[in-house]
């Protein structure tokens, strides 16, 4: 890839600044490709040599630039070297271009961008990512998509790049909701609707419950009781919860399949209400456990010790909280699994309770709170189907399958398919993936089922389209596998892009696993296929020479295996025909 490129610039900088050449390879980044005019291929910014220590302060940015420029020399490898604004372009070989980049794409396949000399000193290990952890007894919310597709992106990424990664469902299965639930299904819980479509009857039981609980002492006293008695163990009560958690698991894996998602561990908040106990009795040992007037037990987390900042840790009547049962969790996951990181995938209103958690590890000395991370994501907004507003996730992804084949069957380049569902089910599920990922992901979005499912611009289903496309030009035109080609084939401007910002392709994934966002990596694929899409008009295959097509051929497949590893990354099923 772009580590020979990288390399030789970095070992010529070395020589001046007296660096080593691994600490100058970072500083050394691929230009990005511009539509209006042909760029260098490299650039190393002055700025970031002094930001460094590589370069001392001297004369202004352009003319030590200049000057640093001056001291460079053309090779084998760099044939041009040009002054720009405060930075030092470079322009490599161009037959070494097209000959490295391919080979380097088959040669490491899904780990091409991830096999790079930016990842030397990466850090591999053991990560938690705890995501989705939806209600049981509750039909999957439409809120939950968020947390599932990033979590489940955050976790493809981190064993991409050789952690060990654990991925955990840690599910809202305790608290005073489910004594809510229980005594509604035991006034009018019916175990045959139950069979028939249990998530739908244990929503339709929690909602009755909730409307006459407000005008009903005996309701609120007999959901108090069933949470006592479960709490305490009672058989009878914990059979039944342990039902509604079973088929709420199964259910939800059904949804989980259609996303493309999986997990290693379902964990729950009931696996925590012992060890909550035990939490509290160390906090209250230590002294840290205070009661408010109302009673409340909190910890104080205010520097001045005067309880302008606290967290609510245990009710008056002595039950766990959710903060409670999460501290309790996270203390005993370091102690199962020795994690080097674990990552919570939630909204952004949840970023006090994390806040208060993490603080909280800390006051009571637990060292390793430094490898927790929250990721916080913003609201959807406006999700509507045909019926109106939308609720549950399966509403959402049957819309968009019932809507992409709808597009399908009305488009005249639609292919035949042997199962047009699956394929309008995949596409569907990209073009959920990378609307939510197009923009940061703390921010709100408006959600548009028209802007979404458009197969033009910046869309998923652009990226399933410009994949499937590509998959059809080499099932038309390959005869075989071939791998020899002549790069000087490859050195039309269309193909040049392409080559270079297959450079890119590290850097993208570097900046990607340093905070975690998505959009750098969308926005790249999304390049790729316009730029692939520019070269498909112009670099024919059928027609030309046979070494000018080979050539053309091997490159198109090479983008088509990068798109696949970027969508996959992503959450996305490629399609090979649409």
Not at 40 to 58: I, P, Q
Not at 329 to 334: E, G, S, V
């Amino acid at each position: 890839m772009a580590c020979l490129f990288r390399r030789s610039i970095a070992v010529q900088l070395s020589r001046i600044l007296g660096v080593t050449t691994e600490k100058l390879i970072p500083v050394v980044s691929a230009v990005p490709v511009s539509k209006k005019q042909q760029t260098l291929d490299f650039r190393v910014s002055v700025n970031s040599l002094l930001a460094n220590g590589y370069l001392k302060l001297g004369s202004t940015t352009p003319n030590q630039a200049k000057e640093l420029s001056e001291k460079l020399t053309c090779d084998d490898v760099i044939t041009e070297i040009a002054v720009g604004q405060g930075s030092i372009n470079f322009k490599v070989n161009r037959t070494l271009l097209a000959e490295i980049v391919l080979q380097e794409v088959f040669k490491k396949g899904s780990k091409y961008g991830i096999v790079s000399e930016l990842f030397r000193d990466y850090p591999c290990g053991r990560v938690i990512v705890e995501f989705s952890s939806p209600n049981i007894a509750k039909k999957f919310h439409v809120g939950h998509l968020r947390s599932t597709i990033i979590g489940n992106f955050i976790a493809n990424l981190k064993q991409a790049l050789g952690n060990d990664v654990i991925r955990m469902n840690y599910l809202g299965d305790w608290g005073l909701q489910f004594g809510l639930l229980g005594a509604g299904f035991q006034l009018f819980g019916s175990e045959e609707k139950l069979k028939a479509n249990p998530l739908q009857h244990l929503f339709e039981v929690y909602v009755e419950v909730n409307r006459l609980v407000e005008d009903r002492d005996d309701i609120q006293k007999a959901a108090q009781e069933f949470f006592r008695k479960l709490e305490h163990g009672d058989k009878q009560t914990s059979a039944l919860w342990e039902h509604f958690r079973t088929i709420s698991i199964e259910e939800y894996e059904k949804t989980y399949q259609r996303l493309g998602v999986h997990f290693d561990e379902y964990s729950g908040e009931s696996l925590y209400h012992v060890k909550s106990q035990e939490l509290l009795q160390l906090i209250d040992q230590r002294g840290l456990l205070k009661k408010t007037k109302h009673g409340v037990g909190v910890v104080d987390l205010s520097p001045k010790g005067d309880l302008s900042s606290y967290a609510k840790m245990v009710r008056n009547d002595g039950t766990s909280l959710y903060l409670t049962r999460d501290i309790a969790a996270a203390a005993d996951r370091m102690e199962k699994y020795n994690f080097d990181k674990m990552i919570y995938v939630t909204d952004k209103e949840q970023r006090t309770h994390f806040q208060q958690m993490f603080e909280t590890l800390k006051i009571l000395g637990f060292n390793w709170t430094e490898r927790c991370q929250h990721v916080p994501f913003g609201l959807v907004k406006g999700m509507k189907t045909r019926k109106g507003d939308v609720v549950f996730l399966e509403d959402v992804l049957n819309e968009a399958r019932t809507r992409m084949l709808q597009n399908m069957a009305a488009s005249k380049t639609t292919k035949e398919l042997e199962d047009p569902e699956t394929t309008a089910e995949k596409v569907g599920v990209a073009a959920l993936i990378v609307q939510d990922f197009k923009g940061p992901l703390i921010s709100d979005y408006e959600f548009d089922w028209d802007r979404v499912l458009q197969s033009q611009g910046d869309t998923g289903v652009y990226l399933q389209y410009t994949h499937a496309r590509l998959c059809s030009l080499q099932r038309q035109c390959e005869n075989g596998e071939i791998m020899q080609f002549n790069p000087t084939y490859l050195q039309d401007p269309q193909a040049i892009a392409l080559l270079q910002h297959l450079l890119r392709y590290d850097e993208v994934l570097y900046q990607v696993s340093e905070d975690l966002q998505p959009r750098y990596l969308v926005n790249y694929l999304i390049m790729l296929s316009r730029l692939a899409s520019i070269a498909h008009r112009t670099l024919h295959i059928k027609g030309s020479m046979p070494e000018v097509a080979t050539a053309r051929l091997l490159l198109f497949k090479g983008i088509s295996s990068v798109l696949a590893n970027g969508m996959k990354l992503l959450g996305i099923t490629p399609v090979e025909k649409m």
